[in-house]
């Protein structure tokens, strides 16, 4: 689904001259944030494993005057990770904000699942995440503030079936989300996780049937799958100064899923 033009002129929102990298920044709800953070006044790093897309993003913020870069980086690779800390510093001035959006999944049976397919689910997944909060660490610790958000999934705090090493790695991201609030809170750095159902986005629509979306739907008390902006509000909101005093929280942005067995009699 196409994610809204920013509308706002950058500069004048909740993230005023914050600087901000998003990783897989150029698709779905990682375009969705980039687009909404540029709009509150927010300088973008759009992080991506495509650099066209990135690129592409890029470019729609600064038609509206917004700064920015474009960072073609794979979160497997620490080495490329780190270059693109430094890029952003070197471009941008600065890291405030760090949102870990990049993420794969896979569904098969556990008794299918190869070693190969089991270390790419946890290095996109978890291992990414990490050696970017890594990265980001010195430079907010220098300035004794930041803010981490991390994107997991319903899988960070259930199972779902056929997901055992994309829930394995999202387990993962809720205990590191709760360790660094601990680590880093003493340096007033904040970390949090948002934890979405299934959202509409173009891998959803890609990898799923329309009746598989319905279904997850009807499981839902509020009777429908989640848009992008449901989940660009809620990390517009981590990432302000409304939420200073939050930090290791998993935050379910669900239409409810977490609340129930059943949203519907069967």
């Not at 934890?195 to 986005?201: H, L, M």
């Amino acid at each position: 689904m196409e994610n809204p033009p920013v509308d706002k002129v950058p500069g004048q929102g909740l993230l005023n001259n914050k600087v901000a990298i998003v990783t897989g920044g150029a698709s779905g709800i990682g375009e969705g944030i980039c687009l909404e953070f540029a709009s509150q006044g927010a300088l973008v790093a759009v992080a991506d494993i495509d650099g066209g897309k990135a690129a592409s993003v890029a470019k729609r913020i600064e038609a509206l005057g917004g700064r920015t870069v474009a960072l073609e980086v794979d979160v497997r690779d620490h080495k490329q990770i780190s270059k693109a800390a430094a890029k952003t510093i070197e471009a941008l001035g600065t890291i405030d904000i760090l949102v870990n959006c990049a993420g794969w999944n896979s569904l098969k049976p556990a008794y299918e699942v190869t070693v190969e397919e089991w270390e790419k689910m946890r290095s996109i997944n978890l291992d990414g995440p990490w050696h970017f909060c890594q990265a980001v660490m010195p430079e907010m610790m220098k300035k004794k503030s930041g803010k981490i958000i991390n994107i997991g999934s319903g899988s960070s705090l259930r199972a779902i079936p056929h997901a055992a090493a994309y829930a394995a790695a999202k387990h993962g991201l809720a205990g590191l989300t709760k360790a660094l609030a601990v680590d880093l809170g003493p340096f007033h750095i904040n970390v949090n996780c948002i934890c979405p159902a299934s959202v509409n986005t173009p891998l959803l629509q890609a990898s799923t049937t329309p009746a598989f979306q319905q279904a997850m739907a009807n499981r839902l008390p509020l009777g429908r799958i989640g848009e992008v902006d449901d989940i660009v509000k809620a990390a517009l909101f981590l990432a302000s100064q409304e939420a200073n005093w939050i930090t290791g929280v998993m935050l379910p942005v669900d239409g409810g899923l977490m609340s129930c067995s059943y949203a519907q009699p069967v």
